[in-house]
């Protein structure tokens, strides 16, 4: 059960990253610094696209717009570090 929790606390930890890497590639893309154009830059953003927006959208309907800050990211992440705080406080000592 040890290693169960372990594989999800890396999957959590991952998505994280990747949601950083997200909000980053949106922000370069934004201010014209990466060239979509290119083919392994799209790929990579399109890729982040596609699997942090399931979690992004539903939150973006909830917050008013906020003039073009999106803090959805910023909620995920904090949604993600409660959820291995709960891991590894409350669950992880009762396994053995």
């Given at each position: 059960?040890?290693a169960?929790?372990?594989?999800?606390?890396?999957?959590?930890?991952?998505?994280?990253?990747?949601?950083?890497?997200?909000?980053?590639?949106?922000?370069?893309?934004?201010?014209?610094?990466?060239?979509?154009r290119?083919?392994?830059?799209?790929?990579?953003?399109?890729?982040?696209?596609r699997?942090?927006?399931p979690?992004?959208?539903?939150?973006?309907r909830?917050?008013?717009?906020?003039?073009?800050?999106?803090?959805?990211?910023?909620?995920?992440?904090?949604?993600?570090?409660?959820l291995?705080?709960?891991i590894?406080?409350?669950?992880?000592?009762?396994?053995?």
């Open positions: 059960m040890r169960v929790l372990e594989i999800v606390m890396l999957v959590l930890d991952l998505y994280s990253w990747l949601i950083i890497a997200s909000a980053v590639l949106s922000w370069l893309t934004a201010f014209n610094v990466i060239n979509m290119n083919r392994f830059v799209y790929m990579i953003y399109d890729s982040c696209y699997l942090t927006e979690l992004m959208r539903p939150i973006r909830i917050l008013p717009y906020m003039g073009g800050l999106d803090l959805s990211p910023i909620i995920i992440l904090l949604a993600i570090t409660f291995q705080k709960v590894v406080y409350y669950i992880y000592p009762n396994v053995f």
